[in-house]
């Protein structure tokens, strides 16, 4: 059996004049500029969250209200869980209703989804809430994993409308 020839590859031995090094200082210099740049071009703010367009900042601001009660519903709930469950389970049906009374208002289809989001993780929390009715200490650290998923969700439509 015959091995294919290798081509010789030549190694060049590094320049140290002064044309290499202040290429490589610019290009360093650039890249972050670059990156910049394409970021803002985007319209992504560098820190992994989307922001809102006019028109659906337009829309935040208008439910901006109503997103600042159900914010105060969900950062309530670590402190009625396991004590006051059905203080809990009443706060995660209020919150339920004002997040799917807003999906049904707004049109911008990113702040919609979002909502969806938030309705979802309030559906799921209200779900393991009652399946822990009867041993509520037991069942604490899921429901408080729930509320954690909840506050992110919360959070991620707050970080978007930019409140």
């Avoid at 202040?22 to 290009?27: A, G, Q, V």
């Avoid at 009374?101 to 209200?126: C, F, I, M, W, Y």
């Amino acid at each position: 059996m015959r091995f294919p020839a290798f081509p010789q590859v030549r190694l060049r031995e590094p320049r140290h004049d002064c044309c290499d090094t202040e290429r490589m200082i610019t290009s360093r210099r650039l890249s972050p500029a670059l990156l910049a740049v394409g970021l803002v071009l985007t319209g992504c703010s560098g820190d992994g969250s989307e922001k809102a367009d006019a028109g659906a900042i337009t829309e935040c601001q208008n439910i901006a209200s109503e997103l600042q009660q159900i914010g105060d519903d969900v950062s309530s709930l670590p402190g009625k869980i396991p004590g006051d469950l059905a203080g809990a389970e009443e706060t995660v049906k209020s919150a339920i209703g004002r997040a799917g009374g807003l999906s049904d208002t707004v049109t911008d289809p990113e702040l919609r989804a979002k909502l969806s989001t938030l309705t979802d993780s309030l559906s799921d929390l209200q779900k393991k809430a009652d399946n822990a009715a009867s041993d509520p200490v037991g069942n604490a650290s899921a429901l408080l994993k729930s509320v954690s998923n909840t506050s992110t969700a919360y959070n991620e439509l707050k970080d978007y409308c930019g409140v």
